[in-house]
């Protein structure tokens, strides 16, 4: 009987909280507005950022050596290593696997060109390799989420200064390099926080970065990148799917057009025929 | 010798990494401080990222052994910007001498400086560097 009664009071109290749970208001959904004819006509008066944007890679060549991050002495060590093998022409494969160079890298060392897209409430930030290369910039005034997923590119939230965009981004996949060159990097390591500046003058788009990465970093890494911009039509953004070259294309003994494996060395080049 | 070689060319260059091929992944398994000239008969192209490559067929000659070549090059929006490059610029059956940075390992492969096809005397080069400056072609007429 009392065994009975331990299994009724049970019941009962799991129905209470069923009941209760049925009862909670639900939690409001957050809901993006329909952007209004003034949100389109508000964009018309940010900045032109139109064209495709080039890298000055000269320019990053010199930072590698110039402006190099302050690395903790374990993060050294590494790049050093890597130095090293470089010089002995067995640079690091960094970026071979076709992975995004992710952020903070694509905006350091990118050498593809990349364009910038304004939408109501959102900047978005289009490149030309690893298949997808985005970063999507919300400025509809949202603040970061508590406990972000972990992406490639991270979180991005921004908000206009005048002519200048200034990002906030956290967010970011430990495995992220912060890579001053394609032959140069280590991982953020994760709790990676950056703060970007961008305006632009005279046609020069430039990205000021302040990089907080307190696992690999001893203090804030500060750098500025250079973009150009192009108008010329054959400067067009095209698709560049970087698994691509792991494949030849041929004709099977069907007719049909297929990729087949194409071996690579450990550097990402296409192994010779010997 | 195993190769056409018309000649080996000692280069200055005076920083690591500036290199006019590097798109992906960082080029110094190729001998930059060195030109390799092969003349030959190109066999495939492959327009694909994040590398366009050339397969060139080098003829015996002197004795050496005849071999296929694989050239490296940077992405095909990249050499398209660079001027020149269409995905056809450069066939099979097309008859070039290839200007490159040789791999250090010495085997048959390289990175483009510049290709020259014999037939038309076209010379198309990869450097993405020349490209550093806002607005090229902006005084181009309208097509």
Redesign the interface.
Known sequence: MKHFLNVLAAALLACSATSFAQNKPAEKPIINPAPTAKDWADIGKLPDWSGVWNPNISDQDKQHVTNPPPWNAKAAARIQFQQAELKAGRPTPLFVNCLPEGHPSWMMISHNALEILFTPGRVTMLGESDGGRLRRIYTDGRGHPLDPDPTFHGHSIGKWEGNVLVIDTIGVLPQSYIAPSEAHGIPNNGDMHTLERIWVEKDVMHVYMKITAPNVLTKPYETTRYYFRQRARKFDIVEGVCQEGYFAPRIDKDGYHVYEPQPHDVGGNRIPPK | MNLSLRKIVLASLL????YPV????????F?HAKVVTINGVVK?V?W????V?IYVDVASKDGGEAA???I?M?????L??AGGWTRNAVKPGDKVVIDMAP???G???GALKKVTIADSGKVLTAD??A????????E?PA?
């Open positions: 920083t690591l990494g500036a590097a798109a992906h992944h960082a080029t110094t398994m001998d495939e492959h694909t990222n994040p590398h490559g296929l070549w694989v490296e940077t992405s095909p929006g990249n398209v910007r791999l250090r390992d085997k048959k492969g993405i560097r490209q550093e400056r806002a607005n090229l072609e902006q181009a097509k």
